[in-house]
Structures are given as C-alpha cells and as structure tokens.
C-alpha cells in the first residue's frame, strides 16, 4: 500500500503540494513535533504563533503529515527506568530486564484502558513521509532563498552599499519565524539593526586587510564577508568559514602563523592539537583573523561612541579575564580625556580581547581623597 501511495505521490507529486500549503511558521511547528517534541512542551512557545496548537496538529494527521506514535514510545518519551521500577513494584510486579522490557510489562500489567490513561497528556507525533517530503521542500526553499540573500547583500558590500545591504539582510530576518534577539516573534514583524552594528559593519568594508597576501578584489571580498557576518550576527566561527571558502581552503596570514604557534596568544582553542580533525584545524587561522578584525571594528565603534558622550573622567581599558591579555595587564590601564591620542588601539595582538568603558573613578576613593 505504502509503495503504491509513493508511486502515485512520484506520478502527481507530494500530496498536499497543492491541497496543504503551508506557511513557514507551520512549518517549523511541523518540524519541532517531527523532532519528537511533545505538544505541551511546544504551547508556551508555538501558540502565540501559529494559534491553536491542538487545531494544527489536526490538521497536520488528517492532512497525512503526521502520525501518533504507539503507547510504548509515550511511556518512553516521559518515564525513566526508576519511575517505570516504581510503577510496575506499585502493582505488585518485580521488575527486571532493559527499559523496552519495563514498559512491555508495564503495559501488560496496567491494562489497555489504564495504560492510556497513563499517557493521554503525552501528545507525541512523528513525520510520515509526506510530511518529511513538505519539510524538505521548505528546507531547501529556506536555503535557496538565504543564498540568495547573501549574494545580494554581498555585492552591494563589495560596491560599499552599506544602506542596501542593511536593507537586504534586515528584510530576510523580518521574515523569520524567530528573529535575531528575540525569544517569540512573528513572521512580518520588523526588524532595526543597533547602529553601533552597522558601523562595525562599515568598518569591516572600509578596511585595507593589507596582512593579507590576496588581491585588492579579494580583499574588498574578505571584508564585504566578514561585514555581512557582522550584519547577520554569525559566530566567529562562521566569519572564519567564509574567509576558508574565499581563500578556497588555503586561508593564509604571515603575520598569524607565529601568535598561533606560540602562547602569545592566549586562546585555548588555537593551541595546536595534532589529534585535531583537519577541517577544525584549517578554521583555526582564519577563525582568529575573522575573530580579531570583527573584535577589532566593535572596539573601534566604542571607543567612538565613547569619545561622543566623553562620562567620567576618560577611557578605561578593561581587561576580558585574568590571564587573558599579558599585553594589556602589564600596562596602562586609565587614560584621561587630555591623554586619549595616547590610548592604544584594541585589540593590541591576536588574543588580545579587551575592551574600553568609561574612566569612572571609585566614587569612594573620591571622597576618600577628600579627607587626606
Ligand atoms: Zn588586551
């Protein structure tokens, strides 16, 4: 039966191509239940967007996208062994074997009728395969439409269109289910990006990258990728993937290949592991590049923004951690309004991870000076 439902699925199509359209919002829902999370867990969450939670997954199994999963997986999916023990030792049955073997017996001993009672809280569904077949298809609509997207933010920041860009990326994440620094959205909503932002971003495109042994096009490449990672507030991790993909896999930096050898820069994960698979160790180099430029432009929009509203007494270097930044720790810490042209650039080297904040002396010390 099933193969002939797929051969005429193959003939006319996924069923429900034409009858079920869903919107991406279902179709994440869709997938959240597929993944094998239960319905009471998703309500908080999932209602507030896609309505009523119970009308969807209705329509999701009369539809065919879905389908209860047995009793024995309920019981599963919300006992542990030493609650199923406790269960079976409460009707009088001695427990033994594997979890399987708890719930068979579980099952055996509670009855038909209690058993579902037992488990009528647990909504838990799996994908058929038309409903895997929708999910595919949104994937690979989503990917599509993303690369797209980042092609066309890509070229307007190779032009210097930063305007455009922002435009480009802020109208992709307007369209997400979830968007970027939100814990529930809606599909449509806006999105803004912070300003400081868009001018790390701008920083990013203007920057020459002359450490780097490419070309002025691939340059204005390196930073119209690493520009955009700012603007889709992509992990260090990502920027440095795109820096690999435009070096197509031989990311080199003269300057980098010493810090990433030595403990100047302090950075656990650079330290060289030769039990390290070979695609993280290739991410190494240019994951530090990507890390210390990005780090490199939000300092720089800092310090700006610090220099405008000029709080306190001047500007302050602040150390990321203890042992962080050797470079920083053995100097000057405070810097006055009138010596700020003496305020050195962060980062100071590879690894380096401090910032700047407002010079704001202990307000005790102060009136502690008061009285000396
Ligand atoms: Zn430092």
């Known amino acids: 039966m099933r193969s002939a439902v797929s051969f005429l699925r193959r003939l006319f199509g996924p069923r429900g191509e034409s009858s079920t359209s869903l919107s991406d919002a279902e179709c994440e829902f869709l997938a959240r239940l597929g993944r094998g999370d239960t319905l009471g867990s998703l309500q908080g969450v999932w209602s507030p967007i896609v309505g009523s939670l119970e009308r969807k997954v209705d329509r999701f199994l009369e539809d065919g996208l879905l389908e209860d999963v047995s ?5 599963c999916c919300v006992y542990g062994v030493a609650e199923l023990k406790e269960l079976l030792k409460e009707k009088g049955v001695k427990p033994k074997g594997k979890k399987s073997d708890l719930i068979d017996a579980l099952i055996v001993a509670l009855g038909a009728e209690n058993i579902s009672e037992l488990v009528k809280h647990v909504q838990l569904y799996r994908l058929t395969e038309p409903g895997q077949e929708q999910l595919d298809a949104f994937e690979k609509r989503k990917t599509i439409e993303r690369a797209r997207m980042e092609e066309l933010a890509l070229l307007s920041l190779v032009k210097g269109d930063m305007k455009r860009a922002a435009e480009i990326v802020s109208q992709h994440e307007a369209g997400k289910v979830f968007q970027r620094g939100m814990s ?7 999105f803004r990006f912070f300003e400081a932002d868009l001018q790390a971003a701008l920083f990013l495109v203007k920057y020459e990258y002359e450490d780097l042994p490419l070309s002025p096009d691939r340059r204005r490449r390196v930073g119209a990728a690493l520009a955009l990672s700012k603007l889709l507030g992509e992990s260090t991790f990502d920027a440095g993937r795109r820096l690999l993909e435009l070096a197509e896999g031989e990311f080199r930096c003269p300057s980098l290949s010493g810090p990433l050898m030595d403990s100047r820069c302090r950075v656990e994960s650079y330290e060289i592991d030769p039990d390290m698979p070979q695609e993280i160790a290739e991410l190494q180099a240019p994951e530090l590049y990507a890390r210390t430029r ?14 405008t509203d000029r709080t306190g007494r001047g500007v302050s270097i602040l150390p990321h951690d203890e042992q ?13 309004w009138s010596e700020i042209g003496k305020l050195p650039r962060l980062p100071r080297d590879w690894g380096c991870g401090c910032s700047y904040l407002a010079w704001i002396p202990d307000i005790d010390a102060e009136i502690r000076g008061l009285f000396d």
């Open 294 to 307: 990005l780090f490199e432009a939000n300092s720089y929009c800092q310090l700006r923004e610090l220099k």
């Open 184 to 190: 529930t959205g809606a599909a449509g909503g806006g």
């Open 71 to 75: 009793i024995s997986e309920r019981l």
């Open 324 to 336: 962080a930044c050797t470079i920083c720790l053995g100097g000057r810490l405070d810097y006055s």
